[in-house]
């Protein structure tokens, strides 16, 4: 007698939850055993070794004890020497730019060029690219080819399979390890490699969460507060270890984040059957130095690099207006900083941080400088200081405390993404509606969790 349609569906899901959550991994080791088994019946190797030398590395950068451990170690390493190696070019780079731009606007001075077109072209639109270029690029130009040494030695994969557990039981995909761990560089590229995960409804959760791990865009303002609010409390021997305890530790909260937001995705707008990831580890290789080049430095440095200058250019352009253009006595940012002094007050911050982050849309890194324009009443975008001028500007003059520091770095960490990410989020979906909710959902999100911070702190202080 034949079975209807729906009785086939309900058998098929009775045996597949009287087969458990952990069938298909038996049944994987067990074809891999039965392979192995046939190996050994049919080779013989002369001389072989039980662990080889791929397997006597495995054993520890796959070790359920040391793998995770020698995994942060490893990416805490990799973030020093990017922060190490870029400091000086970046200065370079700043100093080079800015000169190039006191010439230039010399020139158009000169010439008889109207003030407000000198100061919107070179101290607007052309400030606001020097900055992006010269915080960025140093960074990119150490961190992507790093991590195209690890991807080509073949440490990501074993990247993937110690988080693979984790995304896992977050509903996620283990590939969105390697995803979000592309995000450290620039959120956008993370954005770029969810290419590798198959799944389209995985692929949106690892799209939709990359953000919550810091780009090197926000690595200035979370270094910047760590040493002036964290490291400030501890003796100079220990201040630079404690500056970058600090920094790891936003770093670890914001994989939190993301593995919290994945699970509550799964389980609510992209709810759905997790697809299988078996993940066979590859032999290690020789990096190849052409390919680390090319891929590192024109597919990803070149390529984000250039998306976000096409967003800094009009963001510039905005700061300059804000700062300059005059309504009722007083600058437009003025106007604009009274307006959002009692949003910021609720969250643990300030109109000033907040009008930051709004024309820091198109780029993070010019977060900093904005917020010192408007605290000293500048007309353009200031260099950013040493640390300690920074300090009485921030501390000794408009009275942040350690709760200001605390939350500005919880805001950093989970805020709305750069433009040049929601552009890449489009990009990548073509959906109206995922690329609204891939910027809003971590805004609401950080206006929550710093309200909440907020208010716990001044309760406890």
């Known amino acids: 007698m034949p079975h209807s349609a729906q009785s086939i569906i309900d058998l098929s899901d009775q045996l597949r939850r009287d087969l458990g959550g952990g069938f298909r991994d038996r049944m994987v080791t067990a074809v891999y055993e039965h392979a192995q088994e046939l190996v050994s019946r049919s080779v013989h190797e002369t001389g072989a070794k039980k662990w080889d030398f791929d397997q006597r590395i495995d054993r520890l950068l796959t070790s359920r004890w040391l793998g995770l451990p020698l995994m942060l170690l490893l990416l805490g390493l990799v973030f020093w020497v990017t922060i190490q190696a870029a400091n000086v070019p970046s200065q370079m780079l700043a100093n080079a730019f800015f000169a190039f731009e006191s010439a230039a606007a010399g020139m158009f001075e000169s010439l008889g060029a ?17 900055w992006v270029v010269s915080v960025m690029l140093p960074p990119m130009a150490v961190f ?25 039981k977050a ?19 993370g954005i770029t490699s969810t290419r590798i995960i198959d799944s389209p409804r995985e692929r949106l959760i690892a799209i939709l969460t990359n953000n919550f791990v810091p780009c090197n865009g926000r690595f200035p303002t979370l270094i910047m507060l760590a040493v002036i609010f964290v490291a400030a409390a501890f003796p100079p021997a220990l201040a630079s270890i404690i500056a970058a305890s600090a920094v790891v530790t936003v770093v670890l909260l914001g994989i939190g984040f993301t593995l919290l937001v994945s699970w509550a995705l799964s389980r609510t707008v992209l ?58 006595g007083q600058s437009l940012a003025a106007h604009a900083i009274e307006l959002l002094g009692p949003t910021g007050e609720a969250i643990g911050l300030d109109g000033v941080i907040l009008l930051a982050y709004i024309i820091a849309i198109p780029a993070n890194e010019i977060v900093v400088p904005t917020m010192l324009m408007c605290y000293l009443g500048a007309s353009m975008m200031m260099d950013v200081a040493a640390y300690d001028q920074i300090q009485a500007v921030l501390v000794d003059q408009h009275g942040w405390t350690m709760l200001t520091a605390v939350n500005l770095m919880l805001f950093s960490l989970l805020h709305n993404p750069c433009a040049t990410t929601i552009l890449t989020i489009w990009k990548e979906t073509r959906s109206v509606k995922w690329t609204a909710l891939g910027g809003l959902m971590p805004l609401a999100i950080a206006f929550a969790v710093c309200f909440l911070s907020a208010q716990a702190g001044r309760l406890l202080l």
């Open 171 to 189: 509903g996620a995909h283990g590939k969105q390890a390697l995803t979000m761990a592309m995000g450290f560089g620039c959120n956008a590229a």
């Open 114 to 130: 109207p003030w407000w077109l000198t100061g919107l072209v070179w101290h607007g639109v052309f400030r606001g690219l020097a």
């Open 144 to 168: 992507f080819p790093a991590f195209t040494i690890l991807e080509d030695l073949g440490y990501l994969p074993r990247v993937a399979f110690n988080l693979d557990w984790l995304f896992r």
């Open 271 to 328: 709810a759905g059957e997790a697809s299988a990831f078996t993940l066979e580890l590859p032999p290690y290789r020789r990096p190849s130095v052409l390919r680390i080049l090319y891929t590192s430095l024109i597919d990803r440095t070149i390529f984000v690099l250039g998306r976000a200058m096409l967003t800094a250019a009009p963001a510039g352009a905005v700061i300059w207006i804000l700062a300059n253009v005059q309504a009722g």
